[in-house]
C-alpha cells in the first residue's frame, strides 16, 4: 500500500507501534524500496488520544486501517488482545476521527474469514456472516461499527472484504509463506520436510498489489459502501503446495508432513468470493494469476535464504 500510494504522488505517514519488534515494519518498506519515502509516526490503536493529535497534526485526506493481531491461529491463544486491537482498535480509531478530522476517508480491512463457515457457494457482500474463530468475530465487529459511523455520522467509511492476499512480504507464520520458505529452505538443502495441518482448506487467493489497488479505488468513490475483493477462484493448501515445490523440481508429497497440533480448533474449509460488485462499481478485476504470485514468492524465499548463506 506505500509503495502504491507513493508511486500516485501521496505523502505517506505510517502509525506504528512502538515495540521490539518495530524493525519488521522497517525491514518490509526497505524490501521494497521506500524506506525512505514513507514517514513512520508512534501510534497505537489502543490510544484514541494519540490518535487524535497524529489526525490533527497530519490532517490526512485518506486513512487506511490494515492494523490488526491478524494471525487467525494465534487469536484462539490471545482472543482478548485480539478482540482489543482487531476489532476495538478499528472503533477507536473512527471516533478518532469522528473527533478530530471527520473529512477524511476511512478504509476498513474487512476480511474473508467473517464467512467462516459459509451460508453460500459464493460469498458476496450481501452473504451472511458466521466467524469462526476469535480473530474473524473481531474482525466482524470493526466491518459493523465502520457500517454503523458511515450511516450514522455521515462519514466516508468503506470496508474491503478482502479475501486471501499474498506476497513475498507475507508473515513467516501464514501458511503461504510458509510453504514457499520451506520450499526454499528444501531446495538449498537447509530442511528435509515441511510441517503442516490441514491440506484439503480451500481459499481464494490473489496477490496483495492488485488488492491494495481496491482498497484505494474505494476511497475514490463519491459514495462509501463496502465490497468483496476475491479472484473468483479458490485452491487447496495442497494443490498450493503442489505448485511451489514444482516451481523448483521437487514433489511435494515428498517433502510436506502433516500434524494434528498444526489444525486448527474450528476450521474453515471454503472460502470463495463473488468480486462482481467491485469490478462492476470500482472496475476493478486481478491481474496476478496464482502461479506468477507463487513463483515470485519462492524465488523471494530463494534469494533470501541465499543472501543468508553467503554472510
Known amino acids: 500500500m506505500s509503495r502504491f500510494l507513493l508511486e500516485k504522488g ?3 505517514i505510517g502509525m506504528l507501534r512502538r515495540s521490539a519488534s518495530s524493525d519488521v515494519v522497517g525491514e518490509r518498506l526497505r524490501w521494497l524500496g521506500v524506506i525512505d519515502q514513507v ?13 487524535i493529535r ?8 485518506e486513512v487506511y486501517n490494515l492494523g490488526a493481531q491478524s494471525f487467525v491461529a494465534a487469536s484462539w491463544n490471545q482472543p482478548l488482545l485480539t478482540g482489543q486491537v482487531t476489532g476495538l482498535g478499528a472503533a477507536n480509531l473512527l471516533e478518532a476521527i469522528r473527533i478530530a478530522w471527520p473529512t477524511a476517508r476511512f478504509y476498513q480491512a474487512s476480511s474473508s474469514e467473517m464467512f467462516g463457515r459459509i451460508r453460500e457457494p459464493r460469498q458476496s457482500e450481501t452473504t451472511p456472516f458466521y466467524p469462526r474463530s476469535p480473530y ?7 466491518h459493523s461499527m465502520t457500517v454503523n459511523y458511515r450511516e450514522s455520522f455521515a462519514m466516508h467509511a468503506s470496508t474491503g472484504i478482502l479475501f486471501n492476499h499474498e506476497s513475498p512480504l507475507r ?3 501464514f501458511v503461504t509463506r510458509k510453504i514457499t520458505d520451506g520450499v526454499a529452505r528444501i531446495k538449498l538443502g537447509l530442511a528435509r520436510e515441511l510441517p503442516l495441518g490441514n491440506l484439503n482448506a480451500l481459499r481464494d487467493w490473489g496477490h496483495a498489489r492488485d488488492y491494495v489497488r481496491a482498497m484505494w479505488l474505494m476511497l475514490q468513490q463519491e459514495q462509501p459502501d463496502d465490497y468483496v475483493v476475491a479472484t473468483g477462484h479458490n485452491t487447496a493448501i495442497r494443490e498450493f503446495c503442489r505448485l511451489a515445490f514444482a516451481h523448483v523440481g521437487l514433489d511435494y508429497e515428498e517433502h510436506v508432513v502433516t500434524r494434528n497440533d498444526l489444525l ?10 463473488d468480486a462482481s460488485k467491485a469490478k462492476q462499481v470500482l472496475g476493478w478485476t486481478p491481474t496476478i ?4 504470485m507463487i513463483a515470485e514468492m519462492v524465488e523471494a524465499d530463494l534469494a533470501r535464504h541465499r ?3 553467503r554472510s
Open 10 to 12: 501521496y505523502r505517506v
Open 39 to 51: 514517514e513512520l509516526v508512534d501510534g497505537d490503536l489502543l490510544d484514541v488520544s494519540g490518535m
Open 54 to 61: 497524529l489526525l490533527r497534526t497530519y490532517e490526512p485526506d
Open 136 to 142: 474473524a468475530a473481531a474482525k466482524l465487529y470493526a
Open 171 to 173: 508473515g513467516i507464520e
Open 264 to 273: 486448527r480448533p474450528a476450521e474453515v474449509d471454503v472460502l470463495l468470493g
Open 289 to 292: 494469476s496464482l502461479d506468477e
Open 307 to 309: 543472501a543468508r548463506l
